[in-house]
């Protein structure tokens, strides 16, 4: 331990000697470092990013859909259809299964009359589809205890009504079959088509939808039935529940099931931006230590004399390997934390987010194995760059110290 001690402690003072050297050899390290660090973070934070987005329109792996129908052209009575469903996935003990309907609301708002696009969903929707708020809250089971429909809308419908706050408890009035008051309990992001065409959104609680929509219109609206079960599970569960729920509903009854979520694919959608980062990645990386071992070829010919001189005092060729290998090692140490603490600062920087879609609010936070693989590079790159000149300076004799 003592000689490994003094082998850092003597690389250590030969940097503080050689400071002005290092600090240009390291330059390029540290951009590296910067470089490989912000590059991989970018990739996973808009890999992220767009799993949400996905995984917020079609639902987690493994989200099943059932569509239910009756081969005579009758429709389901929506409550039977539901007890059937939420029977089934009790029996299953499937904990996230919800009923939802896609359907168009007209709203009123200050400028007048508003058709917008609707979902009428479950509590448990939000969580099953990585719902998630800027203002207010999703939906509890005290939402659905309220006298008034409670509805969350997004952005531009909120923007629209001149942005109330959700604690003086702002309504929107509900047109259509029967006219309703609902309070609006939280506010969602708009999606960027939404934004540049100005569209509205709102959710309501599926079981506020059936009171105040008209039976007719009810009649014709086929619900999506969902569920959510770990991936590997995902075919058995489809099929038992495709199963029952055929014959609970009777012989007359078809019931169709299918996954939207990304996990079906056949091939991982994010796999070319991850092979596309980590290509850059290493061409970085390898530029920067290509430019590191040049740098340290060229600067201990410089130090050929003081090599030589060492070894006349007693340095053996090990000490002086490990020496001059520590020298680069723990310079590339200092240099990859400045490199990732600048990639740190360029991947969290707002105007870089917004270019890539994602906003500071709701951005993923920065990878911890990006940062772990920007020091781990520079440590590589320190010993990768720093073997070459050790074994040239293990080589220097004594007599090496008088020709220089």
Known sequence: MSGIWGALNEAWQELRIHRTRVLLSLIGVAVAVAAIT?????????????????EAQSGRPATIVFWASRTDGQAIEADRLREAFMAVAERYSIEYASMDYMMQQQVQLPDGALMVESRAVEPIFGEMHRVQTVEGEWFTEAHAAMLA???????????RLGSPDLRTHPTLELLGGTDRVAVITGVVRAEPWQREMNTGYLYMLADDYRSIVDPAMLANVYPNLEVWVPDDQAQAVQDVVVRDLRAALGENATVDAGRNDWGAWPQDPFLIMQLFVAGVAALVLLLGALGLVNISLVTLRQRIREIGIRRSFGATS???FFAVLLESVVGTIAAGAAGV???ILIVRNDWLLGMMGIGSVDAPAFPVEAAVLGMACAVGTGAVAGLLPALFAMRVKVIDA???
């Open 38 to 54: 912000a590059t991989v973070g970018l990739g996973s934070i808009a890999r992220q990013a767009q799993m949400e987005v996905q």
């Open 149 to 159: 429909p409670a509805v969350i809308i997004n952005e531009v419908l909120w923007e």
């Open 318 to 320: 090990g000490r002086v």
């Open 341 to 343: 603490v600048l990639a």
């Open 402 to 404: 008088i020709r220089f």
